[in-house]
């Protein structure tokens, strides 16, 4: 069964630091996600993109996150200079054309 | 801004009994209504999900119901297993425009089935 995939599944970084994490999404799907979990919290909306372009983004995702989706198959998270309160699980999601999206398994994390 | 309620932080049933799991939402623009599972360290696992136009919808052990004009759902699962024990997510769905549809979440219900 198809399923979206992330990695790193960890990242320790410091605090200032770039970090990339990556998902491939399911191979048909058109719609991409990030969403992420503090720690004890609910998971939450960052983005959305559809056809090669942010359809929208929540109070989270400011200037210091982007999204891209450089080929056929990869589709990214940058958050630009990490902060403490970045630390969190983040999914990736993708959905065709039916309502339901997909999870991966996350990547978890941690800003020193 | 709590659009979508999970009153009840966790729930503990006997194997083999009816686990009923509540969801509350206040947007009423939601139009798309899922159910996720989730282990710990695992991202969300897709469940069932319902339509705002239809009250129930099954699948094997799940059902989900759907009561519009109360805005509520609820999942039961019957028989209950030890296996279905993690955290259990109400979400709604909305489009937003620009093919946009984002998923909202309640904080989530976590369910021990007791063998």
């Known amino acids: 069964e198809p399923e979206v995939t992330q990695t790193p599944s960890h990242q320790v970084t410091q605090m200032g630091q770039e970090v990339i994490l990556r998902c491939v999404p399911i191979s048909n799907h058109l719609y991409f996600y990030w969403y992420r979990q503090i720690l004890g919290q609910k998971v939450e909306f960052l983005v959305s993109?559809?056809?090669?372009?942010?359809?929208?983004k929540s109070e989270i995702f400011d200037d210091q996150f982007s999204v891209e989706r450089p080929d056929g198959s990869n589709f990214t998270l940058k958050i630009r200079s990490t902060k403490l309160e970045d630390s969190a699980m983040y999914f990736c999601?993708?959905?065709?054309?039916?309502?339901?999206?997909?999870f991966g398994p996350g990547t978890r994390l941690l800003v020193l | 801004d709590q659009q979508v309620k999970q009153n009840s932080p966790s729930l503990s049933v006997q194997e083999g009994r009816i686990s009923i799991l509540n969801c509350d939402y206040t947007n009423s623009m939601f139009d798309y209504f899922l159910w996720y599972k989730k282990y710990p360290a695992e991202g969300p696992t897709f469940l069932i999900s319902i339509s705002s136009i239809k009250d129930k919808n099954e699948d094997g052990r799940f059902t989900v119901f759907l009561n519009k004009s109360a805005k509520h759902l609820s999942l039961h699962i019957v028989p209950s297993q030890p296996g279905d024990s993690a955290v259990y997510f109400c979400?709604?769905?909305?489009?937003?425009?620009?093919?946009?549809?984002?998923?909202?979440f309640g904080k989530g219900t976590k369910l021990s089935v007791i063998p």
């Open positions: 979400a709604a769905n909305t489009y937003s425009g620009a093919g946009s549809y984002q998923l909202t």
């Open positions: 999601a993708s959905k065709g054309l039916a309502e339901t999206q997909y």
């Open positions: 993109f559809y056809n090669n372009e942010i359809s929208e």
